[in-house]
């Protein structure tokens, strides 16, 4: 059984910095591509980031350019470096994988909350 433990979140102002982390439990090259999600209070789950398994990376519009998802294949961990944090990037983040474009398994989530 994959498990997927985030952490990494918490309080920040706006503008601050967070980088958010991902362990898993077994190969990460396993996987066909990994990824982040969130979730705002009252709101559905919104896809963040995306590296698939040779290194490329996707990106939600409204993060592009302040955020940067990365993978440590030696340590089976994915990163999310969150940059420029605003007050609407306040979510629980989630971190999945991918088995070809579906999303497969989930960790339990990590909040990250930025104030104004």
């Known amino acids: 059984q994959v498990q997927l433990v985030e952490s990494g979140g918490g309080l920040v102002q706006a503008g601050g910095s967070l980088r958010l982390s991902c362990a898993v439990s077994g190969n990460i090259f396993s996987f066909d591509a990994m990824g982040w999600f969130r979730q705002a209070p009252g709101l559905g789950r919104e896809h963040v980031a995306k590296i698939s398994g040779s290194g490329v990376t996707t990106y939600a519009d409204s993060v592009k350019g302040r955020f940067t998802v990365s993978r440590d294949n030696e340590r089976n961990t994915l990163y999310l470096q969150l940059n420029d944090l605003k007050p609407d990037d306040t979510a629980m983040y989630y971190c999945?994988?991918?088995?070809?474009?579906?999303?497969?398994?989930w960790g339990q989530g990590t909040q990250v909350t930025v104030s104004s």
């Open positions: 999945t994988t991918f088995k070809g474009l579906r999303t497969d398994y």
